[in-house]
């Protein structure tokens, strides 16, 4: 897949103020600074799409882009440690659980985790939450540009074995850098099978 039209639809406090679903959508999210916003401005080729800050939980809404006319990407706000009022986090909670349960024209969830760490008990959770309603998911490793294969590597196995104790089979993952663009075409074909699969 070749992103060739990438372009802001609409910011919504709730999945009932989202856009009509008369596209398809993919949704990614990820604890607080796990480099999303880079991620979807790799993807999309726009670095000014998404916006990017060294500052957690900067989105705070539920962001909506159009995709070569055809699919929404949805850029959902980050779990975790963000230095946010505890009841704008009870907010978001309930905004992203309303919307990931909710969403009729959802296809797939992107879950981005930072390669870098050991596993996070809270990305562990939130995996087998989704796992727990049938959602439908994939993992993604960022900053594997911060380390060395081995380590991304080492990494991803850690997790694997982990989930191994709550999955028959495990979700697809991928190892990605927003930096030197590693991870960006399998990640691309993958999406655009997962999209050519449900063309509305």
């Given amino acids: 897949m070749k992103i060739q039209q990438s372009e802001f639809t609409k910011s919504s406090s709730s999945y009932l103020q989202c856009p009509d679903p008369d596209h398809n959508e993919i949704a990614f999210i990820g604890r607080s600074n796990v480099g999303k916003s880079s ?11 998404a916006k990017v800050s060294g500052r957690p939980g900067k989105t705070q809404l539920i962001n909506h882009f159009q995709i070569n006319n055809q699919w929404y990407l949805v850029d959902l706000p ?17 905004m992203i659980h309303d919307y990931l349960l909710n969403r009729t024209n959802l296809l797939l969830i992107f879950v981005l985790v930072d390669s870098r760490l050991t596993p996070q008990p809270i990305d562990v959770e939130f995996i087998n939450c989704l796992g727990e309603n049938g959602l439908p998911l994939a993992i993604i490793f960022t900053k594997t540009d911060k ?4 380590k991304t590597q080492s990494s991803i196995a850690k997790y694997k074995k982990i989930l191994k104790s709550y999955w028959d089979e495990l979700p697809p993952t991928f190892a990605t850098s927003s930096f030197n663009f590693d991870g960006k075409e399998e990640l691309l074909n993958y999406i655009d099978s997962v999209v050519k699969k449900n063309i509305k």
């Fill in 147 to 150: 380390q060395s294969k081995n």
């Fill in 78 to 94: 980050g779990y975790g440690w963000a230095k946010v009022a505890k009841t704008d986090k009870a907010t978001w909670g309930e």
């Fill in 39 to 49: 991620l979807i401005n790799m993807l999309t080729n726009n670095k000014k799409l």
